[in-house]
């Protein structure tokens, strides 16, 4: 049996952070030898709740031991959080979307592909198995010419840092746009030309919490992403994601949270039918950086996300169609 | 209202003999009305459904009001108009003077000016014009819209519609034809436009896209947002490219909790009957239809000597509201609401 892979955890303030730890606690092909975190509070819970040890930077993680990093603190960070492991010589999966500034991100990722470093995109809904089925369908034509794309990534508004711009970078567009965009991308193979986003409502600060967004590809095929924080507390779970795409021979969809157990308790609340995709995500990047492989969603993946949430923030400021940056497309073939 | 005979007229004048025709006498049938006289251009369409309703056939719309004089307390004092889109204003302006009751197909016409033409008409001679928006009469759309309105409509920061299904089956499929049904906007999606207008009033702005085209025919899917800035974003979908049983959905959020229709086929599903070759048998799971739901509340309001549930401004709105979305899908451009200016 190979011995366990080092990880460490660079930011532990994303929803996911608490997951992965677990996950590194429980998989046999991973361990966590320690994590950074800027936040002395958070810190110490994340401390006492995995037992890990907290360290000072990426540096630190390599010296422990570490081969690779998960870069999950809040949006901000993630940049500068790339830029250490990439000095460091650590491979990274970092959450989504990589930093604020595509033209920040797109240096780093360059930086990994040049040192030969896996980067990996959290996007773990390319690892649903509806989704990949769909993207299948598509890819083999079974559905013929696609005409259109409709999915939806409503939940409830996540708190924490995620309403504060100076952290999360904006509102529901920072944090639900880029999963849909990953997704239509890789099933289209293309990235979108323009998007053109509507207003909701927001929240207090004026943080949007509401919005739609229409996204125009090459040829005429468009889509819809609605990437609302809609569910309100009273929801029986966070929210979900789904997508239909529609082909001139038939419709498919893809509900990967479809299947539940109702539950009515109090509060009411469902009990998911659903895989483990973080782990499947997780198995991924740690075969990527044993092997020197290439994981199923890449640093150019999440690029390519980022450029569409920024074009999205923009048509939402000016009104008006944005065009998206296509340099280092998305859907590039792995 | 008790039972004791508001339940409907004394007689109705159809007029077409076509699916909706088929489906409206069966709907007045449901509430005891009887039809008097089924008008339909094409005699044996005409005999078949007349036949059915145990009315008179006519294949001339003058004629049958001569044989069937209608006005308010006469026999006849209903006329339905279930003809193609493109004849509704030359119907309803056909019609004499008088005070009773007209029910019309949505859309009411295929573009703002039709619609106005059509309203006008009504205006002109007096009666009162129920449009029928049938949506707003199923049981758990009319749930939602009285929850909304007893929450709060102004709390809802979000709503999803869904409309999608293969291909209706018409006469020479005049709905694929946008010059003839005006396309997926006015035909299907109007629907849910109509029942976000009646829970929200008109959005700031829409941004639509539609495609699917066949050579030469029109859009078979269209998807549309409205935006209400500050308050919410609603996004509809509408389908005649699903290979499915028609199926709709409403998912609506706000402050106060969610109202979910699931997806679902308002229909039973059969299995094919032999020898059918994989048809599908589908019988309505409710004991009133919402077809007798709004024909019943039509005539109840006429009755009463009030405006219809529906009345010709709501379905000139409506048209409107899928006239700016085509326009929105045709020129690739969010669109603003152009205001109340007629």
Same mark, same amino acid.
């Given at each position: 049996?190979?011995?366990?892979?080092?990880?460490?955890?660079?930011?532990?303030?994303?929803?996911?952070?608490?997951?992965?730890?677990?996950?590194?606690?429980?998989?046999?092909?991973?361990?966590?030898?320690?994590?950074?975190?800027?936040?002395?509070?958070?810190?110490?819970?994340?401390?006492?709740?995995?037992?890990?040890?907290?360290?000072?930077?990426?540096?630190?993680?390599?010296?422990?031991?570490?081969?690779?990093?998960?870069?999950?603190?809040?949006?901000?960070?993630?940049?500068?959080?790339?830029? !250490?492991?990439? %000095?460091? *010589? /650590? $491979?990274?999966?970092?959450?989504? #979307?990589?930093?604020?500034? +595509?033209?920040? =991100? @797109?240096?780093?990722?360059? !930086?990994?592909? %040049?040192? *030969? /470093? $896996?980067?990996?995109?959290?996007? #773990?809904?390319?690892?649903? +198995?509806?989704? =990949? @089925?769909?993207?299948?369908?598509?890819?083999?034509?079974?559905?013929?010419?696609?005409v259109a794309l409709v999915g939806e990534n409503v939940g409830r508004f996540p708190g924490?840092?995620?309403g504060d711009p100076a952290r999360s970078g904006g509102g529901c567009l920072t944090d639900h746009v880029s999963h849909l965009a990953?997704?239509?991308?890789?099933?289209?193979?293309?990235?979108?030309?323009?998007?053109?986003?509507?207003?909701?409502?927001?929240?207090?600060?004026?943080?949007?919490?509401?919005?739609?967004?229409?996204?125009?590809?090459?040829?005429?095929?468009?889509?819809?992403?609605?990437?609302?924080?809609?569910?309100?507390?009273?929801?029986?779970?966070?929210?979900?994601?789904?997508?239909?795409?529609?082909?001139?021979?038939?419709?498919?969809?893809?509900?990967?949270?479809?299947?539940?157990?109702?539950?009515w308790l109090l509060p009411p609340r469902w009990l998911r039918d659903v895989d483990d995709l973080d782990a499947a995500m997780l198995a991924d990047f740690v075969r990527a950086v044993r092997s020197g492989g290439v994981p199923r969603a890449t640093g150019m993946d999440g690029l390519a996300a980022l450029r569409v949430v920024r074009a999205a923030q923009a048509s939402l400021r000016s009104g008006r169609p944005s065009a998206v940056d296509r340099t280092g497309g998305a859907g590039e073939e792995a | 209202?008790?039972?004791?005979?508001?339940?409907?007229?004394?007689?109705?004048?159809?007029?077409?003999?076509?699916?909706?025709?088929?489906?409206?006498?069966?709907?007045?049938?449901?509430?005891?009305?009887?039809?008097?006289?089924?008008?339909?251009?094409?005699?044996?369409?005409?005999?078949?459904?007349?036949?059915?309703?145990?009315?008179?056939?006519?294949?001339?719309?003058?004629?049958?009001?001569?044989?069937?004089?209608?006005?308010?307390?006469?026999?006849?004092?209903?006329?339905?108009?279930c003809v193609p889109t493109p004849a509704h204003v030359s119907v309803l302006a056909a019609l004499p003077a008088g005070r009773y009751l007209v029910v019309t197909e949505r859309p009411l016409g295929r573009d703002p000016a039709e619609a106005r033409a059509a309203a006008s008409a009504a205006r002109t001679a007096g009666y009162d014009l129920f449009v029928a928006h049938v949506v707003r009469f199923f049981p758990a759309y009319r749930a939602i819209a009285e929850t909304v309105r007893e929450r709060g409509a102004d709390d809802v920061w979000h709503a999803r519609l869904t409309r999608i299904g293969p291909a209706p089956r018409g006469a020479g499929d005049w709905f694929l034809d946008e010059g003839r049904s005006g396309g997926i906007f006015l035909d299907l999606m109007?629907?849910?436009?109509?029942?976000?207008?009646?829970?929200?009033?008109?959005?700031?702005?829409?941004v639509a896209r539609a495609g699917g085209a066949q050579a030469g025919g029109a859009a078979r899917h269209g998807a549309a947002w409205l935006s209400y800035p500050g308050r919410r974003v609603v996004h509809l979908e509408a389908s005649w490219m699903y290979d499915g049983p028609f199926t709709t959905a409403v998912d609506l959020n706000a402050a106060w909790g969610t109202l979910a229709l699931e997806p679902q086929s308002p229909t039973l599903e059969l299995p094919a009957a032999?020898?059918?070759?994989?048809?599908?048998?589908?019988?309505?799971?409710?004991?009133?239809?919402?077809?007798?739901?709004?024909?019943?509340?039509?005539?109840?309001?006429?009755?009463?000597?009030?405006?219809?549930?529906?009345?010709?401004?709501?379905?000139?709105?409506?048209?409107?509201?899928?006239?700016?979305?085509?326009?929105?899908?045709?020129?690739?451009?969010?669109?603003?609401?152009?205001?109340?200016?007629?």
């Open positions: 049996m190979t011995a366990r892979l080092p990880l460490g955890m660079l930011g532990v303030a994303h929803v996911h952070a608490a997951g992965y730890a677990a996950w590194l606690r429980a998989a046999g092909s991973a361990s966590l030898v320690g994590f950074v975190e800027p936040d002395d509070t958070l810190a110490a819970a994340f401390a006492r709740a995995t037992g890990a040890r907290r360290l000072a930077d990426a540096a630190a993680l390599a010296a422990a031991g570490a081969r690779a990093v998960i870069v999950a603190g809040d949006n901000a960070q993630s940049g500068p959080a790339l830029a !250490g492991a990439l %000095a460091s *010589g /650590l $491979p990274a999966l970092a959450e989504k #979307p990589l930093g604020l500034d +595509p033209d920040a =991100t @797109a240096p780093l990722v360059r !930086g990994f592909a %040049a040192a *030969g /470093l $896996p980067l990996a995109t959290a996007f #773990p809904m390319r690892f649903a +198995p509806s989704v =990949t @089925a769909l993207r299948d369908a598509v890819r083999a034509g079974e559905l013929g010419e696609v924490l840092w995620f990953d997704l239509f991308g890789w099933i289209l193979g293309r990235a979108p030309v323009a998007v053109t986003t509507v207003p909701g409502c927001d929240l207090d600060n004026g943080t949007e919490r509401t919005a739609g967004l229409v996204l125009d590809y090459p040829d005429g095929v468009y889509a819809t992403i609605d990437p609302s924080w809609a569910r309100p507390e009273s929801y029986p779970t966070w929210g979900g994601l789904s997508l239909s795409v529609v082909g001139r021979r038939g419709t498919g969809s893809a509900r990967p949270f479809a299947r539940r157990v109702d539950a | 209202m008790d039972a004791s005979g508001v339940g409907g007229p004394r007689g109705v004048l159809l007029v077409g003999a076509g699916a909706m025709g088929r489906v409206h006498a069966d709907a007045w049938a449901e509430i005891d009305a009887p039809v008097a006289c089924v008008v339909d251009p094409d005699g044996g369409r005409a005999r078949a459904l007349a036949d059915r309703a145990g009315a008179h056939a006519c294949t001339d719309l003058q004629a049958a009001l001569a044989r069937h004089p209608i006005g308010r307390g006469r026999a006849v004092e209903a006329v339905d108009v109007i629907h849910d436009l109509d029942f976000a207008l009646d829970l929200f009033g008109p959005p700031g702005a829409v032999d020898g059918d070759g994989g048809g599908r048998r589908a019988r309505a799971p409710l004991a009133r239809t919402p077809y007798g739901l709004e024909l019943e509340a039509a005539w109840r309001a006429h009755a009463a000597g009030k405006a219809p549930p529906v009345d010709a401004d709501a379905a000139v709105r409506a048209v409107r509201l899928a006239s700016l979305c085509r326009d929105s899908a045709r020129l690739g451009r969010t669109l603003p609401w152009p205001g109340d200016a007629p």
